[in-house]
T-cell receptor
Framework: EPEVTQTPSHQVTQMGQEVILRCVPISNHLYFYWYRQILGQKVEFLVSFYNNEISEKSEIFDDQFSVERPDGSNFTLKIRSTKLEDSAMYFC????????????FGPGTRLLVL | KQEVTQIPAALSVPEGENLVLNCSFTDSAIYNLQWFRQDPGKGLTSLLL?????REQTSGRLNASLDKSSGRSTLYIAASQPGDSATYLC?????????FGKGTTLSVSS
């Protein structure tokens, strides 16, 4: 069964460093998403992406964040200058349609900023 | 702004019991409502999706209902098993974003 994959599974970085989280969505899906979950808190929406453009973003997704689909298979989330409060589990998701389809989530990347 | 609330926060039941998890949302203008399962430290596994025009969906021992007018959804788990122990999340789709509740952590004892 097709699945969303994410790399790395864990990443430790120093405050102020740039990190890139990678995702490979399900191959025929068209809509891509990033969410995050700070330990013990709700899963929070960051951004949605379609046709090489951001469709929607939350207040969390400020200028420190960016997304890119550099080729036909990968979808990345970049954090330019990490802060302690960026420590969280980051989930990528994808779906075939915009509103009528299940969003399928990857296993997540646990980011720890020291 | 859409808010999603799940009650109870935690639930412990003996194996074999039927149970209901509750989810409420503040804005009825949703495209769909999804239920997920999350095991500790793991990703989200989709369980059921209910379109806004639907009233319920079933998958095996799981049945989810949706009442948009009252802003409520329930997840019914029949004949619970220890393997059902996990956190169950509901999420309402508004726009392209899923807005999640904090979840109900279920523990089923054998």
């Amino acid at each position: 069964e097709p699945e969303v994959t994410q790399t790395p599974s864990h990443q430790v970085t120093q405050m102020g460093q740039e990190v890139i989280l990678r995702c490979v969505p399900i191959s025929n899906h068209l809509y891509f998403y990033w969410y995050r979950q700070i330990l013990g808190q709700k899963v929070e929406f960051l951004v949605s992406f379609y046709n090489n453009e951001i469709s929607e973003k939350s207040e969390i997704f400020d200028d420190q964040f960016s997304v890119e689909r550099p080729d036909g298979s990968n979808f990345t989330l970049k954090i330019r200058s990490t802060k302690l409060e960026d420590s969280a589990m980051y989930f990528c998701a994808s779906t075939l349609g915009e509103t009528e389809e299940t969003q399928y989530f990857g296993p997540g990347t646990r980011l720890l900023v020291l | 702004k859409q808010e999603v609330t799940q009650i109870p926060a935690a639930l412990s039941v003996p194996e074999g019991e039927n149970l209901v998890l509750n989810c409420s949302f503040t804005d009825s203008a949703i495209y769909n409502l999804q239920w997920f399962r999350q095991d500790p430290g793991k990703g989200l596994t989709s369980l059921l999706l209910i379109q806004s025009s639907q009233r319920e969906q079933t998958s095996g021992r799981l049945n989810a209902s949706l009442d948009k007018s009252s802003g409520r959804s329930t997840l019914y788990i029949a004949a619970s098993q220890p393997g059902d122990s996990a956190t169950y999340l509901c999420a309402a789709q508004a726009g392209t974003a899923l807005i999640f509740g904090k979840g109900t952590t279920l523990s089923v004892s054998s």
